[in-house]
């Protein structure tokens, strides 16, 4: 299962996995695009591994990382959460 995390002011959408049996955690980025549908990147928590990058950017999977940088242990955190059935969804 996916959870909302955030939206930039460009329409990325940004959310999360449960934390995995492993620690990782999936977060998914995506973006509507009129041309492809989607631009898209997945980034896997904690050892900041990108995989599975489509139509962004440079500076648009720049913001991206610095956003996941900065945010990373507060979206591990709610992954576990999410995980122990703690967390609260609306």
């Known amino acids: 299962m996916m959870y909302p ?7 990325t959408e940004i959310v999360y996995s ?3 049996n492993d620690g990782s ?3 998914y980025m ?3 695009d009129e041309k492809d549908g989607f631009h898209y990147a997945t980034c896997y928590l904690p050892e900041y591994r990108w995989e ?4 962004l950017t440079e500076q648009e999977l720049s ?4 956003v996941i940088e900065t945010s990373s ?4 955190q ?3 959460e999410s995980r122990s059935g703690h967390a609260e969804r609306t």
Not at 5 to 11: N, P
């Open 25 to 27: 955690v999936k977060v």
């Open 73 to 76: 242990q507060l979206i591990i």
């Open 5 to 11: 995390f955030m939206t930039l002011d460009d329409g």
């Open 18 to 20: 449960e934390k995995k």
């Open 63 to 66: 913001r991206c990382r610095e």
């Open 30 to 32: 995506e973006k509507t």
């Open 52 to 55: 599975d990058i489509f139509g």
């Open 78 to 80: 709610f992954a576990q």
